[in-house]
């Protein structure tokens, strides 16, 4: 029963650096996300060809290779040009990569949002002497927001389960720990076990979480 206990207290000391990037990267993909959801409902077609490039590209590629060429390949190209460069902090490379990687997810979750608001909704802000920019900003995205939140509760869960991946670039996360550990003690099965039991520690009150804001949000429209 000792060793389980431990494996699960080794897992346990990389949760830190696991929440440190899921919601850092989170709050850059929030605000990312929302630039390029805009952009890509411009009434200018070239710039909604860029940020059609920029999601495809981000969704269309795995995580662990963006990883893998912002931490080694950037830094490697800027050598090439005689630019010396390299990451001091593999969790700041993390960070960026989870965030720019969230954008593209969370830039479609509040596209579809906005485009849930009723188009009303514009027309009265309008007729009310907004601007397009103050209509968005105090109607439309607050509507947005709240019909988008469970959605992106979602991609919160999602992310924190991928950062798993970033052991690859030598982040020492909750995998990264155990990976440590079971490799030097040969002890597999708790040291993986008690990785699993942390994350699942972490998802299901999340998905819980997110259930009881659906519901409300159900309740909330039913009332209307």
Same mark, same amino acid.
């Given at each position: 029963?000792?060793?389980?206990?431990?494996?699960? &207290?080794?897992?346990?000391?990389?949760?830190?650096?696991?929440?440190?990037?899921?919601?850092?990267?989170?709050?850059?993909?929030?605000? %990312?996300?929302? *630039?390029?959801?805009? /952009?890509?409902?411009?009434?200018?077609? +070239?710039? #909604?060809?860029? !940020?059609?490039?920029?999601?495809?590209?981000?969704?269309?590629? +795995? =995580?662990?290779?963006?990883? %893998?060429? $912002?931490?080694?390949?950037? +830094?490697?190209?800027?050598?090439?040009? /005689?630019?010396?460069?390299?990451?001091?902090?593999?969790?700041?490379?993390?960070?960026?990569?989870?965030?720019?990687?969230?954008?593209?997810?969370?830039?479609?979750? *509040? #596209?579809?949002?906005?485009?849930?608001?009723?188009?009303?909704?514009?027309?009265?802000?309008?007729?009310? /002497?907004?601007?397009?920019?103050?209509?968005?900003?105090?109607?439309?995205? @607050?509507?947005? !927001?709240?019909?988008?939140? @469970?959605?992106? /509760?979602?991609? !919160?869960?999602?992310?924190?389960?991928?950062?798993?991946?970033?052991?690859? *670039?030598?982040?020492?996360?909750?995998?990264?720990?155990?990976?440590?550990?079971?490799? &030097?003690? !040969?002890?597999?099965? @708790?040291?993986?076990?008690?990785?699993?039991?942390?994350? =699942?520690? $972490?998802?299901? +009150?999340?998905?819980?979480?997110?259930?009881?804001?659906?519901? #409300?949000?159900?309740?909330?429209? #039913?009332?209307?």
């Amino acid at each position: 029963m000792g060793i389980y206990l431990k494996g699960l &207290q080794i897992a346990y000391s990389g949760i830190a650096v696991t929440l440190q990037i899921t919601i850092s990267a989170v709050l850059i993909g929030v605000a %990312l996300g929302l *630039i390029v959801a805009l /952009g890509k409902m411009s009434s200018l077609k +070239p710039v #909604r060809v860029v !940020f059609s490039v920029y999601v495809e590209l981000l969704r269309g590629t +795995p =995580l662990v290779v963006q990883a %893998l060429i $912002i931490y080694l390949g950037f +830094p490697a190209l800027l050598q090439s040009y /005689g630019i010396a460069f390299r990451w001091d902090d593999a969790v700041l490379a993390s960070i960026l990569v989870c965030g720019i990687n969230s954008s593209a997810y969370v830039a479609e979750i *509040i #596209r579809s949002g906005l485009q849930a608001v009723d188009k009303g909704q514009m027309e009265a802000a309008r007729s009310l /002497g907004m601007n397009h920019v103050q209509a968005m900003r105090f109607i439309i995205v @607050p509507q947005a !927001f709240r019909i988008i939140l @469970p959605a992106l /509760g979602n991609e !919160f869960i999602s992310l924190l389960k991928e950062t798993a991946v970033l052991s690859i *670039i030598a982040v020492v996360e909750v995998t990264r720990k155990s990976m440590l550990w079971a490799s &030097q003690s !040969f002890e597999f099965w @708790p040291a993986y076990l008690g990785t699993a039991v942390v994350y =699942l520690s $972490i998802t299901i +009150p999340l998905s819980r979480l997110v259930a009881y804001m659906e519901r #409300r949000m159900a309740q909330s429209d #039913r009332s209307k």
